[in-house]
């Protein structure tokens, strides 16, 4: 196991916890339960502790990737591709992310530890929470985004508004296949 699976294998768990605890810090605040806000601050929490594997894995996976790059088929497929130039934007994306979950994350451990024992609803902790995760998910978002556009060639091209095809490829590559079994007609 090198530092790509490691980050391949840690970024998605707090991206999508950065989302869920969006929808749980909204879904408190449309409840205004006390139980919902601190499960949801908990949530937080533990996306915020859960981004540092992502985050430290991050300069291996760029060497893995790096060093992959020597291999002839990705040559072909990325000689007009800056890939430094996309792993650049991604780890400062990241970075960004990653401060921001933090940020979110000691907010929500305050607030919870703050209002662990209260009955009442805390609608101001509440809307902080939801701004600081909702940032946070927003930035996760996109860094993920960044991060597949260093491997996956589909997503790069889409963005670019490039063909689907590459010298690499066979002429016919982004034609449709058949399925087994049918009758032309």
């Known amino acids: 196991m090198n530092g790509a699976w490691v980050h391949l294998g ?4 707090p991206i999508a916890l950065a989302v869920i605890s969006v929808l749980l810090v909204l879904f408190a605040l449309v409840t205004k339960s006390p139980a919902r806000l601190k499960f949801a601050l ?5 996306g915020a502790v859960l981004s540092w594997p992502a985050f430290l894995s ?4 760029e060497h893995v990737v790096e060093d992959f790059r020597g291999n002839v088929r990705e040559r072909l497929i990325l ?3 800056d890939l430094r130039a996309v792993i650049r934007d991604h780890e400062q994306w990241a970075e960004k992310a990653h401060y921001c979950f933090q940020a979110a994350g000691v907010v929500a451990l305050l607030g919870w530890l703050f209002c662990r024992n209260a009955e009442k609803f805390r609608l ?7 701004l600081f995760t909702g940032g946070t998910a927003g930035l996760m978002g996109w860094t993920g985004h960044l991060g597949g556009q260093i491997r996956h060639l589909e997503i790069r091209e889409a963005t670019a508004g490039a063909s689907t095809t590459s ?19």
């Open 10 to 13: 840690s970024v998605h768990l």
């Open 42 to 46: 908990e949530m937080i929490v533990i």
């Open 58 to 61: 991050g300069e291996k996976a």
């Open 79 to 81: 000689e007009d591709v």
């Open 124 to 130: 101001p902790l509440a809307i902080v929470a939801l």
């Open 167 to 185: 010298q690499a490829d066979p002429p016919n590559a982004g034609a449709p296949r058949e399925r087994e079994g049918e009758d032309e007609r």
